[in-house]
């Protein structure tokens, strides 16, 4: 097994490894080391069917599970998919994905990672993106990391700030999901010890005891920051990949910018995180 850093940053490719088959102990530290330093790893030439995709997964932690049952695999519920073919009720198409995000922030205890396998994928186009947000706190001025030290976030499961709408929960998967919690705007990664930004501008209502005047841009500024090219890796899928990613450390994106004639669709799982500190 090679890895293979993406940037010096954020990002390393894993060839030669086939996580259909079993995994030794010590390639199984090697990954979750890796996937700590690296943030996203990309494991190329998988080919894994749903059952043998939640084996693969257990390598890196315990599965957890999403919010919105409806992109659930009928034959294995722990895996849901992701796929441009959806639409809305009313009829617009679906991008699940777009726009900068960490994955389920209103979630009293985040999931950590989650995992894509590519199924089927245009012919060009779709990337992901990543942006380090241990890398953008680190490039925060002293006055800003200490503006926001303190600072607790609101999370809801749809921000009524955000430009980007997503797919309403049924009665059932509301009843289970919390309404709103707080997150610290910086917190501590639990594995690394690097502390990083963590805002979500689809999730974030406000900072606690702050109006918005105040919250707002702060918050799109820190955005602004966090999103600069320099702390980004861009995904670009290639049959076969597994990606796994930490959301602890990171924010990311989809790309809308493809054929939508043509099929993308991957199946997704999230692992189980920590109460964010
Ligand atoms: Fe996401």
Redesign the pocket.
């Known amino acids: 097994m090679q890895i293979v850093p993406m940037t010096d940053h954020t990002g390393a490719e894993v060839r030669g490894l086939d996580l259909s088959r079993p995994v030794p102990d010590e390639v199984r530290t090697a990954l979750r080391d890796a996937f700590v330093r690296h943030h996203v790893l990309a494991i190329r030439d998988q080919s894994l069917a749903p059952s043998q995709l939640v084996q693969a997964v257990s390598l890196f932690g315990e599965i957890f599970q999403q919010h919105n049952t409806r992109f659930a695999l009928p034959e294995c519920p722990q895996i849901h998919y992701l796929s441009n073919q959806d639409s809305f009720p009313d009829g617009r198409r679906y991008i699940?994905?777009e726009g900068w995000?960490?994955?389920h922030s209103n979630d009293t205890r985040p999931p950590k990672a989650?995992i894509l396998h590519a199924v089927q994928l245009p012919s060009f186009g779709g990337d992901t993106q990543f942006a380090n947000m241990a890398a953008a706190y680190e490039a925060l001025d002293a006055a800003t990391k200490a503006r926001i030290e303190p600072l607790i976030g609101i999370h809801v499961y749809q921000s009524s700030h955000s430009g980007r709408k997503l797919m309403a929960l049924s009665e059932a998967n509301k009843e289970r999901v919390p309404n709103a919690v707080l997150h610290p705007v910086m917190r501590t990664h639990p594995e690394s010890g690097a502390r990083s930004i963590y805002i979500n501008p689809i999730r974030i209502e406000g900072i606690l005891g702050l109006d918005h005047k105040e919250a707002l841009p702060l918050l799109a500024e820190l955005l602004q920051h966090a999103t600069e090219e320099r702390f980004q890796y861009r995904h670009a899928w290639q049959p076969g990949d597994f990606v796994i990613w930490d959301n602890r450390c990171l924010l990311?994106?989809?790309n809308g910018d493809y054929d939508m004639a043509e099929m993308r669709y991957l199946y997704r799982v999230m692992l189980q995180g920590d109460v964010p500190r």
């Open positions: 699940p994905g995000h960490t994955d989650t990311h994106k989809a």
